[in-house]
């Protein structure tokens, strides 16, 4: 354990740069970048009337101005070809975010947030603090306050307001990483249940970043070997994975680690479950279905939905190979996916019991005639076959046994 853990210590010093240590860029905000700079007028505003401009005949709809946040001071503006967009949900504010036209009395519409009772206190306090954040000229002032700003956020309902957070904070966690601390991840993940739908992806990604950002997904990991040398040495090699910024190095750590540690890296593979890059992500799957813990199942099926590719394979693989009743339900998801139907096949087989049982059944029966088919079928008809099971729990005893 010793001389392996110490080998994969020695990599190149040059791809050990600590996020923690990077200084902070003064950088635009996220909301600036994507759509604030992009536009000359952001106004609060209520729908007064479509009319039609006489000299030009173009239809354009009045707003009347409740406040302004950036551009002139004004009363009304007048925004061409609004539409469905601009003219819905006529009896709520709004916040419209404009480009002048040549003219510069017609507005074209970029963006709308319909200010619904979620919205009308959020939105409008958030556009004041970014105006006025902007206004900082010391890049650690402005983003420590993006970063009070954006967790306060992300409390919300809002979908707008929700939404900014969490594409600011992962930019953040590039920029200002040292303002992250292990409660906020915590805050962060405990706002899955209630983000809205379309957010969730991007505070996946975020908690993800922030995990491998702090490490917390690899702690307790070391414990996995008594007090002694061998957890000393393991717990360095983590915290050089963790240092590391290229995922295919901390994929060659990981097999360096596995290689030294064996299953005794079933807990650094499932908090690597949580890495940002689904390569690493894709190996770690690997090694959890090559060691076969039942306890493994949690962290191979978490965000399942949102994996795909290689990564989606090895996790369905790997869910298989823990040959759990409880790992059916979510792999039978992915198969009407004609990219991932072969792998969930075999983790149903795998799996067995009379439920698995069925659904093979029914597989093979839709398959029987249909062209291009018949090697598929070949495999179904293996997996039900006698020899199937036998061939299974020799591969479970010789992993077993190669990975003690």
Known sequence: ????????????????????????????????????????????ARLDSDEILPLHEIQVTRFKVLETFKGAARDHVLVGAAGARGGAFKDLDKILFLKPLKSGSIHELVDVVDLTPRDEIVVPKTLRAYFRIAAEKLPAMRARSLFNLSLTNVETRSVFATRVAYNELLRLADEASFLFKVEHLDQIQRCRETAPRASRPTLT???????????????????????????????????????MQAPENRVSMMDSM??????????????????????????????????????????????????????LSARIEAIGKTGL??????????????????????????????DASNVLERVERTLVGRPGEEERLRRIRYYRSESFAPAEAKRRRDAKKAWL
Request: aromatic share 6%; glycine share 8%.
């Open 325 to 354: 009743a409880d790992g059916l339900q979510p792999v039978l998801v992915f198969l009407g996916a004609e990219s991932s139907v072969d792998a969930v096949l075999l983790a149903i087989a795998r799996i067995g019991g009379i």
């Open 258 to 311: 596995a290689a030294a540690a064996k299953s005794r890296l079933r807990r650094f593979c499932e908090g690597a479950m949580l890495d940002e890059s689904p390569v690493v992500r894709t190996r770690a799957a690997w090694y959890l279905g090559e060691f076969g813990a039942e306890r493994s199942l949690a962290a191979l099926t978490r965000d399942l939905s949102g994996s795909t590719g290689d990564e």
């Open 205 to 243: 990604r975020l908690s993800r970043k922030i995990s491998r950002l702090l490490g917390a997904h690899l702690m307790g990991a070391e414990e996995a070997f008594p007090p002694g040398p061998a957890r000393a040495e393991l717990r360095t090699a983590i915290s050089q994975f963790r240092r």
């Open 1 to 44: 354990m010793r001389q392996a853990i110490f080998v994969c210590l020695l990599l190149p010093s040059v791809i050990l740069q600590s996020v923690a240590q990077r200084p902070v860029r003064p950088a635009k905000s996220w909301l600036h970048a994507a759509l604030l700079d992009r536009v000359g007028v952001v106004v609060r």
